[in-house]
């Protein structure tokens, strides 16, 4: 198999205006002929939906939840991305497309994090026509702030709610789609299969959470806009019914998975408190504008904050990283913690956090400056600890937030296999192995508003597409399938809890496969995953039956399908002998401690191919080229 | 801490419900109640016992997904709180807890905790957007909005549509959800071409899920997890009377 991207030809700034000017149209009179499925009702999901629904197309959307409202985007806190240069401060597409590739270790492909800049500013036109209430400057005009690592301020923002707020404008637009039965919504369904016919994705098997019932639906194309897969570390900022079963089961029918090893750990979330904990809370890196990270000089240090003077204290990103201070990328803040908890100068009862210390903002600008930016966190921060960030530090530690890696696009966001597109953070494309602050919301958006409405449509208008109905064999093939797995599970009737198997996964995925990997590591995880995975086959307890609301059994077939998953997520970590971005070989790094690429031999995006549960998966590589933006080693020094 | 739990479980929509009694040993003050729960039924899932169901999701307080009655409190005793970031520390060794479901009759119970909101989708489909298709937007900075009315329109756009104003009315209302989105896009100008269609669609649909009225008892605000004040209602009603006044049916 060759991959083969798709990125048009000429200067980079021309390719996407280009590439819109050559794509075929779908004539308005026929665009409702053709159904589109659309998996997800995230930033991506429900942006892709509402815009083909606006079209005219036949949409189905589906969702997990009972509204499609719920969707994880919703708790993006610190804002989206766009390359306005509203703050005259040196900001423009170029900059942002740089800025995005050098954040993502070179490890992304050039011509669509170009596009993505380039559509960042649409972005902000349309969520702003929608209603999203973005911070206003006092004269009325758009506020931005400076957002992780960044020396411009591009960030658009509606107090802490910035995901919450975009998400209800794509909600809101999709719900006006299904009152104008352009779209019909789904909502408390899972895919479980993806139904390929003739090469091409014509459908999914869904299971109806309310009945159990496998219902089949046929389509066109497909768009699976189903997020990361970040709980597959059990403990994560992501919530709790986020998970990988759609993209892996189309994994199983032959889509690729890329750079599964490229996680992102965010340093700013509060630290786990003890064993029942179900999920981590993050809070937004803008806190990293006004706090000051630090720990105590001397190890094991008890001694309450404010009871260590100031000489004592060791500022570490500040003494390290003098020009970004604080503001250093996520990897390189979240790993500079792990260094210094792994010194022993972590605080809190467990040893596992730094302190993040507002006193000196509050001091200069007052407790209702601090309060009016950051008061929603700091209530949140204060309702989980017990503690009150205006008078003591705040404790923080690093914890999985989002995956870059994902099933592998091409510039049309579809997948290897024709007519599966794939969008937002399922897929792998725009932020190599490190994705920049505030880019997750400009991605989802940019899939879902600006690129999949004309790519779906040169697919469409492109291809010979029979009739298909869900009688055909592979639906039922699909079906049987899926059946076959839930009363697998329902049969096993073991003794040990789905969540205590899940929590060991994640145990597994943390020490070995988590913010510092190494050879050793790596194969130990790789021998630990698939005996787990055969323990939870074995003694895995799943009560309740098939023919109604059983959580239990959703939950297991999601974590059955983590057991497999996790295994080419290290195996991806292990072939890659390189650290690039978030992910970290203990093995490859620089001598002062940086993650060190290997461009001679690692540039290139590892697509995998399944080969069965198990088994070797077949590795396909695309060469990743740099014409724009010159490969350097990253520093922030 | 050891706590006696009163648990609302209803096997399907049909069926008939009622209270179990549980008991949570080694609960900790550090657990929030989602936490609790989940220890509560992994006791029950090593048993092979059918688990309670409940709904949630971000357990961060933003999604909207967690809807428990705690001791008859929407949400649970703390003010301005999803009952996710409810922790077990407002709570004292060898309590007594019910916990029911939202209850109202547009929203029907599927299985034990866990309720059908969808009708809160539908009020948002008849009107609680503004109709703008993507690619015909102006630049953002050619709306110019003063400052304190777009923090006015955020502080109603946070509502996160729990429907905790509903279970806690004794109407089942949603004049409090619905007035939230009608006053985020009525002050708001990218609002005002749909405003009076907007707010006399809504309630329209809000009538027709079978939402009661509004008696002015403040639960709703009481509960809100987001403190969406009820002046809310008040402004939707001013924008009621208007659209009417002004012949909009």
Same mark, same amino acid.
């Given at each position: 198999?060759?991959?083969?991207?798709?990125?048009?030809?000429?200067?980079?700034?021309?390719?996407?205006?280009?590439?819109?000017?050559?794509?075929?149209?779908?004539?308005?009179?026929?665009?409702?002929?053709?159904?589109?499925?659309?998996?997800?009702?995230?930033?991506?999901?429900?942006?892709?939906?509402?815009?083909?629904?606006?079209?005219?197309?036949?949409?189905?959307?589906?969702?997990?939840?009972?509204?499609?409202?719920?969707?994880?985007?919703?708790?993006?806190?610190?804002?989206?991305?766009?390359?306005?240069?509203?703050?005259?401060?040196?900001?423009?597409?170029?900059?942002?497309?740089?800025?995005?590739?050098?954040?993502?270790?070179?490890?992304?492909?050039?011509?669509?994090?170009?596009?993505?800049?380039?559509?960042?500013?649409?972005?902000?036109?349309?969520?702003?026509?929608?209603?999203?209430?973005?911070?206003?400057?006092?004269?009325?005009?758009?506020?931005?702030?400076?957002?992780?690592?960044?020396?411009?301020?591009?960030?658009?923002?509606?107090?802490?709610?910035?995901?919450?707020?975009?998400?209800?404008?794509?909600?809101?637009?999709?719900?006006?789609?299904?009152?104008?039965?352009?779209?019909?919504?789904?909502?408390?369904?899972?895919?479980?299969?993806?139904?390929?016919?003739?090469?091409?994705?014509?459908?999914?098997?869904?299971?109806?959470?309310?009945?159990?019932?496998?219902?089949?639906?046929?389509?066109?194309?497909?768009?699976?806009?189903?997020?990361?897969?970040?709980?597959?570390?059990?403990?994560?900022?992501?919530?709790?019914?986020?998970?990988?079963?759609?993209?892996?089961?189309?994994?199983?029918?032959?889509?690729?998975?890329?750079?599964?090893?490229?996680?992102?750990?965010?340093?700013?979330?509060?630290?786990?408190?003890?064993?029942?904990?179900?999920?981590?809370?993050?809070?937004?890196?803008?806190?990293?504008?006004?706090?000051?990270?630090?720990?105590?000089?001397?190890?094991?240090?008890?001694?309450?904050?404010?009871?260590?003077?100031?000489?004592?204290?060791?500022?570490?990103?500040?003494?390290?990283?003098?020009?970004?201070?604080?503001?250093?990328?996520?990897?390189?803040?979240?790993?500079?913690?792990?260094?210094?908890?792994?010194?022993?100068?972590?605080?809190?009862?467990?040893?596992?956090?730094?302190?993040?210390?507002?006193?000196?903002?509050?001091?200069?600008?007052?407790?209702?400056?601090?309060?009016?930016?950051?008061?929603?966190?700091?209530?949140?921060?204060?309702?989980?600890?017990?503690?009150?960030?205006?008078?003591?530090?705040?404790?923080?530690?690093?914890?999985?937030?989002?995956?870059?890696?994902?099933?592998?696009?091409?510039?049309?966001?579809?997948?290897?296999?024709?007519?599966?597109?794939?969008?937002?953070?399922?897929?792998?494309?725009?932020?190599?192995?490190?994705?920049?602050?505030?880019?997750?919301?400009?991605?989802?958006?940019?899939?879902?508003?600006?690129?999949?409405?004309?790519?779906?449509?040169?697919?469409?208008?492109?291809?010979?597409?029979?009739?298909?109905?869900?009688?055909?064999?592979?639906?039922?093939?699909?079906?049987?399938?899926?059946?076959?797995?839930?009363?697998?599970?329902?049969?096993?009737?073991?003794?040990?809890?789905?969540?205590?198997?899940?929590?060991?996964?994640?145990?597994?995925?943390?020490?070995?496969?988590?913010?510092?990997?190494?050879?050793?590591?790596?194969?130990?995880?790789?021998?630990?995953?698939?005996?787990?995975?055969?323990?939870?086959?074995?003694?895995?307890?799943?009560?309740?039956?098939?023919?109604?609301?059983?959580?239990?059994?959703?939950?297991?077939?999601?974590?059955?399908?983590?057991?497999?998953?996790?295994?080419?997520?290290?195996?991806?970590?292990?072939?890659?002998?390189?650290?690039?971005?978030?992910?970290?070989?203990?093995?490859?790094?620089?001598?002062?401690?940086?993650?060190?690429?290997?461009?001679?031999?690692?540039?290139?995006?590892?697509?995998?191919?399944?080969?069965?549960?198990?088994?070797?998966?077949?590795?396909?590589?695309?060469?990743?080229?740099?014409?724009?933006?010159?490969?350097?080693?990253?520093?922030?020094? | 801490?050891?706590?006696?739990?009163?648990?609302?479980?209803?096997?399907?929509?049909?069926?008939?419900?009622?209270?179990?009694?549980?008991?949570?040993?080694?609960?900790?003050?550090?657990?929030?109640?989602?936490?609790?729960?989940?220890?509560?039924?992994?006791?029950?899932?090593?048993?092979?016992?059918?688990?309670? +169901?409940? $709904? %949630?999701?971000?357990?961060? &307080?933003?999604?909207?997904?967690?809807?428990?009655?705690? @001791?008859?409190? #929407? /949400?649970?005793?703390?003010?301005?709180?999803?009952?996710?970031?409810?922790?077990?520390?407002?709570?004292?060794?060898?309590?007594?807890?019910?916990?029911?479901?939202?209850?109202?009759?547009?929203?029907?119970?599927?299985?034990?905790?866990?309720?059908?909101?969808?009708?809160?989708?539908?009020?948002?489909?008849?009107?609680?957007?503004?109709?703008?298709?993507?690619?015909?937007?102006?630049?953002?900075?050619?709306?110019?909005?003063?400052?304190?009315?777009?923090?006015? +329109?955020? $502080? %109603?756009?946070?509502?996160? &549509?729990?429907?905790?104003?509903?279970?806690?009315?004794? @109407?089942?209302? #949603? /004049?409090?959800?619905?007035?939230?989105?009608?006053a985020h896009l009525a002050l708001l100008p990218q609002g005002q071409q749909e405003r009076r269609n907007r707010v006399t669609a809504m309630i329209a649909q809000a009538d027709e899920e079978g939402f009661g009225s509004c008696s002015n008892e403040g639960e709703c605000e009481a509960v809100c997890p987001k403190e969406i004040p009820i002046s809310n209602i008040a402004r939707m009603t001013r924008e009621y009377i208007k659209a009417s006044l002004a012949g909009v049916k």
């Amino acid at each position: 198999m060759t991959l083969d991207a798709k990125v048009p030809a000429g200067p980079i700034a021309q390719k996407w205006d280009r590439h819109k000017f050559e794509m075929k149209l779908v004539n308005p009179a026929n665009k409702r002929k053709f159904t589109i499925i659309v998996a997800g009702t995230g930033l991506a999901g429900a942006s892709a939906a509402a815009s083909l629904g606006e079209l005219g197309y036949n949409v189905l959307n589906f969702c997990i939840q009972d509204s499609p409202r719920r969707a994880h985007s919703i708790a993006a806190q610190g804002g989206i991305n766009a390359a306005k240069n509203y703050q005259n401060d040196g900001d423009s597409v170029y900059r942002l497309f740089y800025d995005t590739v050098k954040g993502g270790d070179y490890r992304s492909r050039e011509a669509n994090v170009y596009r993505l800049a380039q559509l960042s500013v649409n972005i902000i036109d349309h969520c702003v026509a929608q209603g999203v209430p973005f911070a206003r400057e006092y004269g009325g005009l758009l506020d931005n702030r400076s957002f992780g690592g960044a020396q411009v301020s591009r960030t658009f923002y509606a107090r802490g709610q910035t995901g919450q707020q975009l998400l209800l404008g794509a909600y809101q637009s999709l719900m006006r789609q299904v009152r104008r039965k352009t779209v019909r919504l789904f909502a408390r369904r899972e895919m479980l299969d993806l139904v390929v016919v003739d090469g091409k994705a014509r459908g999914i098997v869904c299971r109806n959470l309310m009945t159990g019932a496998l219902e089949r639906y046929a389509a066109d194309a497909v768009v699976l806009a189903t997020g990361g897969y970040g709980t597959v570390y059990y403990l994560s900022t992501n919530a709790v019914n986020s998970n990988v079963t759609a993209a892996w089961r189309a994994h199983k029918r032959g889509a690729l998975f890329a750079n599964p090893s490229f996680t992102q750990i965010h340093p700013t979330c509060i630290p786990v408190s003890g064993e029942h904990q179900s999920k981590l809370t993050l809070m937004s890196e803008s806190l990293r504008n006004d706090g000051r990270v630090w720990v105590p000089k001397k190890k094991g240090d008890k001694r309450p904050p404010e009871q260590i003077p100031e000489d004592e204290r060791d500022y570490y990103l500040e003494r390290k990283y003098p020009s970004f201070g604080n503001l250093v990328p996520r990897d390189v803040a979240s790993r500079n913690a792990k260094q210094a908890t792994d010194e022993g100068r972590g605080v809190g009862e467990s040893g596992l956090a730094v302190y993040l210390d507002f006193k000196d903002a509050i001091q200069r600008l007052g407790p209702e400056v601090i309060k009016q930016k950051y008061g929603n966190l700091f209530h949140m921060y204060q309702k989980i600890t017990d503690e009150n960030p205006y008078k003591v530090p705040m404790r923080i530690y690093p914890a999985i937030h989002y995956t870059m890696g994902g099933l592998w696009v091409d510039y049309n966001l579809m997948s290897n296999l024709p007519g599966l597109h794939v969008l937002g953070e399922a897929n792998f494309s725009d932020h190599g192995a490190n994705r920049l602050g505030a880019s997750a919301l400009m991605q989802g958006l940019a899939d879902g508003y600006f690129i999949i409405p004309y790519t779906i449509g040169d697919y469409l208008a492109g291809t010979p597409l029979p009739k298909v109905t869900i009688d055909h064999d592979a639906f039922k093939e699909a079906a049987d399938n899926s059946q076959r797995q839930i009363n697998r599970l329902l049969s096993v009737k073991g003794n040990r809890g789905i969540r205590e198997i899940h929590r060991e996964l994640g145990r597994i995925m943390w020490d070995d496969v988590g913010m510092a990997r190494t050879e050793t590591s790596l194969r130990r995880a790789l021998e630990a995953i698939p005996k787990l995975r055969d323990e939870f086959w074995h003694t895995v307890s799943v009560p309740g039956t098939n023919d109604n609301l059983n959580q239990s059994l959703e939950y297991a077939g999601r974590v059955a399908d983590y057991l497999e998953f996790a295994e080419l997520l290290a195996l991806d970590a292990l072939h890659r002998r390189e650290s690039c971005g978030g992910h970290f070989r203990e093995e490859s790094q620089t001598p002062d401690g940086e993650a060190l690429r290997d461009d001679d031999h690692f540039m290139y995006v590892a697509a995998w191919e399944f080969t069965g549960v198990g088994r070797q998966p077949e590795l396909h590589k695309e060469a990743l080229h740099f014409e724009e933006v010159h490969p350097t080693q990253r520093s922030y020094k | 801490m050891r706590l006696n739990l009163r648990i609302w479980r209803q096997p399907g929509p049909a069926s008939a419900g009622r209270l179990v009694d549980y008991v949570a040993g080694g609960v900790s003050p550090d657990m929030s109640f989602l936490e609790m729960l989940d220890v509560v039924n992994e006791g029950l899932v090593r048993k092979g016992e059918d688990a309670i +169901a409940f $709904d %949630s999701d971000c357990r961060e &307080g933003i999604c909207g997904t967690c809807s428990l009655v705690v @001791n008859g409190i #929407a /949400h649970g005793p703390d003010r301005g709180t999803t009952v996710c970031q409810l922790h077990m520390r407002r709570f004292k060794d060898g309590d007594t807890i019910t916990v029911e479901p939202w209850r109202a009759r547009a929203f029907p119970v599927v299985k034990d905790l866990v309720v059908d909101r969808s009708a809160l989708d539908r009020i948002i489909a008849a009107g609680g957007y503004v109709s703008v298709n993507v690619g015909g937007a102006p630049d953002g900075n050619t709306i110019p909005i003063p400052k304190a009315v777009v923090e006015a +329109a955020m $502080d %109603s756009a946070a509502c996160i &549509g729990c429907g905790a104003c509903v279970a806690a009315c004794k @109407n089942a209302s #949603a /004049h409090l959800f619905m007035s939230a989105k009608i006053a985020h896009l009525a002050l708001l100008p990218q609002g005002q071409q749909e405003r009076r269609n907007r707010v006399t669609a809504m309630i329209a649909q809000a009538d027709e899920e079978g939402f009661g009225s509004c008696s002015n008892e403040g639960e709703c605000e009481a509960v809100c997890p987001k403190e969406i004040p009820i002046s809310n209602i008040a402004r939707m009603t001013r924008e009621y009377i208007k659209a009417s006044l002004a012949g909009v049916k």
